[in-house]
């Protein structure tokens, strides 16, 4: 079973930039869509990017589109979020997960989350 650990969220001020990390234990990810969801006080997860198992194809929100990238390395089994010009309404707990698709339901594993805060 893969366990999912994230790290790398801290407070920021807008414009800045952090990257998440995401360390895959238990099992390879290197066969796994990786993705990164995120969720507000008092909101729903949302979607924010996605990456295929061999690095050809990303998918992103609209809302993060052209700032954010996600990356990853199967040999080390860790997944990046490059996050720039930060905005306050990217505040949120970031999670990694592995699955599949854009609907949460659809991603089996999941980390603990990190939070970020963007400050205005």
């Known amino acids: 079973q893969m366990q999912l650990a994230e790290s790398g969220g801290g407070l920021v001020q807008t414009g800045e930039s952090l990257t998440l990390s995401c360390v895959a234990s238990?099992?390879?990810?290197?066969?796994?869509?990786m993705a990164w969801f995120r969720q507000a006080p008092g909101k729903e997860r949302e979607f924010v990017g996605r990456?295929?198992?061999?690095?050809?194809?990303?998918y992103y929100a609209n809302s993060v589109l052209g700032r954010f990238t996600i990356s990853r390395d199967n040999a080390q089994n860790t997944v990046w979020l490059q996050m720039n010009n930060l905005k306050p309404e990217d505040t949120a707990i970031y999670y990694c997960?592995?699955?599949?698709?854009?609907?949460?339901?659809?991603?089996?594993?999941w980390g603990q989350g990190t939070q970020v805060t963007v400050s205005s």
């Open positions: 990456l295929s198992w061999d690095n050809t194809y990303g």
């Open positions: 997960a592995a699955g599949f698709g854009i609907e949460p339901a659809k991603y089996d594993y």
């Open positions: 238990g099992h390879t990810l290197s066969t796994s869509t």
